[in-house]
């Protein structure tokens, strides 16, 4: 650190120019945080209105499904119907592929 009084006025002139540039990037950093944390807030709002939409589309869809009035609120779930379809098509890829085989065999 050079001490105050063995300063040249360019080296002040420097020192004061990046202090104008540092401020000037804060304030750019700044906004862009404001903006940041504005566009979360509404994603999050947003967010949470399309989860109380899903509820109320699972709600419809169990009073649709006779027999399924008195189940959980979470019937059926995206992960359960997938499991389900994914172990369908694997047991009928398999059907199909003894099927293709017992000829040969």
């Not at 120019?17 to 807030?41: G, H, P, V, W």
């Not at 399924?68 to 609120?73: A, G, P």
């Not at 994914?86 to 017992?102: A, N, P």
Request: include cysteine.
């Amino acid at each position: 650190v050079i001490p105050p009084r063995d300063l040249k006025d360019e080296d002040v002139v420097a020192i004061q120019m990046e202090l104008k540039e540092t401020k000037s990037k804060l304030r750019i950093i700044t906004q862009k945080f404001a903006n940041i944390r504005k566009e979360r807030d509404s994603l999050k709002k947003e967010n949470k209105e399309l989860q109380n939409e899903v509820l109320s589309l699972q709600s419809s869809l169990r009073e649709m499904v006779p027999g399924f009035s008195n189940t959980s609120c979470s019937f059926p779930m995206i992960n359960e119907l997938t499991n389900k379809v994914s172990d369908f098509l694997k047991c009928e890829c398999e059907d199909i592929f003894f099927d293709v085989l017992c000829p040969e065999l």
